[in-house]
């Protein structure tokens, strides 16, 4: 997914609002790493398009509050036997 750097901010921005995705799964989605998923959405998104960087900067929000739950759940299921 090379190429246009404020398009590809774009398109993961609305991948993230419409799917409630996490950074991960969204990097995973368009073969990018986290990091680049980050930088393009914290930092390239915000100067050129300020309104779509306030919906996904909500959505991330949101996932930053709930990562310990998920991350209680994944340990749980590991210990489990993946129940």
């Given at each position: 997914m090379k190429g246009n750097i404020e398009e590809r901010a774009c398109r993961l921005a609305l991948y993230i609002i419409e799917n409630k995705a996490t950074v991960r799964g969204a990097a995973k989605k368009f073969g990018v790493s986290k990091s680049t998923v980050h930088k393009d959405l914290?930092?390239?998104?915000?100067?050129?398009?300020?309104?779509?960087?306030?919906?996904?900067?909500?959505?991330?929000?949101?996932?930053?509050?709930?990562?310990?739950?998920?991350?209680?759940?994944?340990t749980r299921n590991k210990y489990r036997g993946g129940a």
């Open positions: 914290s930092e390239r998104l915000p100067a050129f398009n300020r309104t779509l960087y306030l919906q996904v900067k909500q959505v991330m929000d949101e996932n930053k509050a709930e990562r310990h739950i998920r991350g209680g759940i994944a």
